[in-house]
């Protein structure tokens, strides 16, 4: 596609339900990572997929977080148990062969996740 | 402490300003590093990229850093209201498959 999508965009959901956001990158890109970003701050890293493989994922907050990426394109990110603090953000990046830099990371308009 | 700081504003100017935008950090491993614009609802967008100190210009806007200092610059000339927007720095300590730590975003309002 022409952007990275995300969807929903935006997801309401229950204290201890279990939610999945979903992400397609920019075909080709093989580099994709996940944030989260709460109201008046900055992202944070969540983790990095490289291909299929988790690269990076110490900055998932507890094991309640969990990402896949089967197939080295879509990835979703599952939530377990949400609590109240899961509310924010969820912001989606590809870029090609994980290279940050120069070619920057192309976000999704992200997924606002709500926990009532 | 947070690795960067950033002043979150508000900010607001009227048309045509120079505005000037900046960061913080402590962890001297950063090597690289951008400034992010996002407007409401929408995610970031990169504006500038920058590895080394000095000063890099792109129309506009021109990015500074000094690692010396660990204080990195965004300067916005002839500020228009479309500017409006949140911006973050960011950085990181590696180009490839490298996180990326923000400041918090200073938000801008450029008044007609």
């Known amino acids: 596609g022409a952007g990275v999508s995300q969807t929903p965009s935006n997801k309401v959901t229950e204290k201890g339900k279990y939610v999945e956001l979903r992400c397609d990158p920019i075909?080709?890109?093989?580099?994709l990572y996940w944030y989260r970003q709460s109201l008046g701050q900055g992202p944070e890293f969540l983790i990095y997929f490289q291909g299929t493989g988790a690269a990076d994922d110490s900055g998932l907050p507890n094991d309640r977080f969990f990402a896949v990426r089967p197939e080295g394109s879509v990835s979703t990110l599952k939530i377990q148990r949400t609590e109240r603090g899961d509310s924010a953000v969820y912001l989606c990046?590809?870029?090609?062969?994980?290279?940050?830099?120069?070619?920057?990371?192309?976000f999704g308009s992200g997924t606002r996740l709500t926990v009532v | 402490q947070k690795e960067v700081e950033q002043d979150p504003g508000p900010l607001s100017v009227p048309e045509g300003a120079i505005v000037s935008l900046n960061c913080t950090y402590s962890n001297s491993a950063f090597q690289y590093f951008m400034w992010y614009r996002q407007y409401s609802r929408k995610g970031p967008e990169l504006l500038m990229y920058t590895y080394s100190s000095g000063n890099k210009e792109d129309g506009r806007f021109t990015a500074q850093v000094d690692k010396s200092s660990k204080y990195i610059s965004l300067f916005i000339r002839d500020s228009q209201p479309s500017d409006s927007a949140t911006y973050l720095c960011?950085?990181?300590?590696?180009?490839?498959?490298?996180?990326?730590?923000f400041g918090e975003g200073t938000q801008l309002t450029v008044n007609p």
């Open positions: 960011a950085m990181s300590k590696e180009t490839s498959g490298s996180r990326l730590t």
């Open positions: 075909s080709g890109h093989t580099a």
């Open positions: 990046a590809s870029s090609l062969s994980g290279t940050g830099g120069n070619y920057g990371y192309t």
